[in-house]
């Protein structure tokens, strides 16, 4: 896993811009970050540079939700993201974190508007619960570029190039970074 590429005017991976969002109406899904994985540097740093903006999430009122892979129904979320007892876990089995109807009460019952997704991997739990957010359920959403991976640097531009141009999903899809996604 490598760290994001910083977008340039050569590139395809979308220009991000800053987000300041209402905390009362936005949420947060971590996408499968659970204790599985390689303790590689790179990921030991994203996940803490992850599990320093949930905090900050946290200290603001964010709901937050995590999923992990139905093949692993016996991980947790990894460590390094500070998982609360009240923050629910669930194991859809598609990439898409929408199937099984768990997320979608979860948003529901805490009057969402705005969705940050944030997780593994860019081009298959990320993409694909982005746009069923945008299209199906009309949630604005909010992608960090560098909160969202996969190790391959082509499959993280590749996704997040795709999220840009999906019809009727770039005007529900932003693109921001960590530092820039804060919340009133």
């Known amino acids: ?10 590139s395809r991976i979308p220009v991000p811009t800053g987000a300041t969002l ?5 949420a947060a ?3 499968d970050l659970t204790s599985h994985g390689p303790a590689a540097p790179e990921r030991v ?4 540079r992850v599990g320093n903006w949930l905090d900050y999430a946290r200290e603001k009122g964010l709901p937050i939700c995590y999923t992990g892979i ?5 991980e947790d979320a990894d460590p390094l993201l500070r998982r609360r007892s009240d923050e629910p876990l669930w194991y859809p089995a598609a990439y898409d974190k929408f199937y099984g109807g768990e997320i979608v009460e979860f948003l529901t019952n805490h009057k969402t508007e705005n969705i940050v997704i944030l997780g593994s991997a860019t081009n298959n739990c990320v993409m694909y619960t982005a746009t069923t957010a945008a299209r199906h359920h009309a949630y604005e959403i909010y992608v960090p570029i560098d909160g969202s991976y996969v190790e391959d640097p082509y499959r993280h531009e590749y996704a997040l190039y795709q999220l840009s141009i999906l019809p009727s999903a770039p005007k529900k899809v932003q693109f921001t970074t960590l530092d820039t996604t804060t919340f009133i």
């Not at 896993?1 to 050569?10: C, H, I, L, Q």
């Open 45 to 48: 740093s994203y996940l803490e």
């Open 22 to 26: 209402p905390a009362a109406t936005t």
């Open 1 to 10: 896993m490598t760290e994001a590429p910083t977008p340039t005017s050569a």
């Open 29 to 31: 899904l971590v996408l």
């Open 70 to 74: 139905s093949l692993r129904m016996t």
